[in-house]
């Protein structure tokens, strides 16, 4: 419907696990949502501005599964982080096409986290790529970056799922897609895994509220699966796909009684 609310999809950090998000987009593609913004957090903010940039999901699903981490990880000597994040930089302005926000095919914020202010920095314009190795910076694993005078790290410190930032976006029906939830977290192996899953459960703690804000949400059960082990790629866009797909029902009802959706697309899907 033209006139219709216009949905949003707000994608969550999570490392590794953020993989996820591929197989969601790819479920609401063969049913044919349109989505009229995205929001990201850390990998929500890779994964969904290489997506608003027009690329195709099958393009992400290969990239995801075949990139290996040698080509994005520049390790240096810690001293704000480990990794340097210009290879990764480079990659993101690669597959963003060095576009700027202005330029994307589905309207995109990118959140990101002062660092000296406390502050949530929401990014709607500008080159993509500064706001998303912004976003991706998880604090002391990434040395951090800087935008007009700001030193910014992973959006997710602040805003894991960035709700809002969709609604900003002029989105009336937002879809975030949780990452981040665990029972139980991985075994801890090294000082990586002993900062990125500090993290995850400050995340937890600081979201367990605002997940309220959502008109619908999506966890893909991803167990015992590390934010920081590459390995596991295909099962966790397996596993967004799954999540979603068994949501699918629910989602259509609730989308044509608000009117997002017509009756003839939900028939057709």
Not at 102 to 112: D, N
Request: net charge negative; aromatic share 4%.
């Amino acid at each position: 419907m033209k006139n219709g609310p216009k949905i949003g999809i707000a994608l969550g950090s999570g490392g590794a696990r953020g993989f996820a998000h591929i197989g969601v987009l790819e479920v609401l593609e063969e049913h044919n949502i349109p989505i009229s913004g995205v929001s990201g957090s850390s990998m929500g903010a890779l994964l969904g501005a290489i997506y608003a940039t027009g690329a195709p999901i099958t393009m992400m699903e290969r990239l995801a599964m075949n990139l290996p981490i040698s080509q994005w990880v520049d390790f240096t000597m810690p001293r704000m982080g480990f990794v340097l994040g210009q290879r990764v930089h480079h990659m993101v302005r690669l597959l963003t096409k060095e576009r700027t926000f202005a330029e994307t095919v589905i309207p995109l914020a990118i959140v990101a986290t002062d660092l000296e202010l406390g502050e949530r920095v929401v990014f709607k314009s500008g080159p993509i790529h500064e706001a998303v190795r912004a976003s991706i910076a998880i604090p002391g694993i990434f040395v951090p970056h800087r935008i007009d005078g700001r030193m910014l790290v992973d959006g997710g410190v602040i805003d894991r799922v960035p709700i809002s930032a969709a609604r900003d976006l002029g989105c009336d029906f937002v879809v975030a897609v949780d990452v981040g939830l665990f029972d139980r977290l991985p075994p801890v192996k090294n000082v990586i895994d002993v900062i990125v899953q500090s993290i995850d459960i400050m995340e937890r703690e600081v979201f367990r509220n605002r997940i309220l804000d959502a008109d619908f949400v999506v966890r893909p059960k991803l167990d015992l699966m590390s934010s920081t082990s590459f390995t596991g790629i295909d099962r966790a866009i397996e596993a967004g796909r799954e999540a979603m797909q068994a949501l699918i029902p629910d989602l259509l009802a609730l989308l044509t009684k608000k009117g997002a959706l017509s009756r003839e697309s939900d028939d057709a899907s």
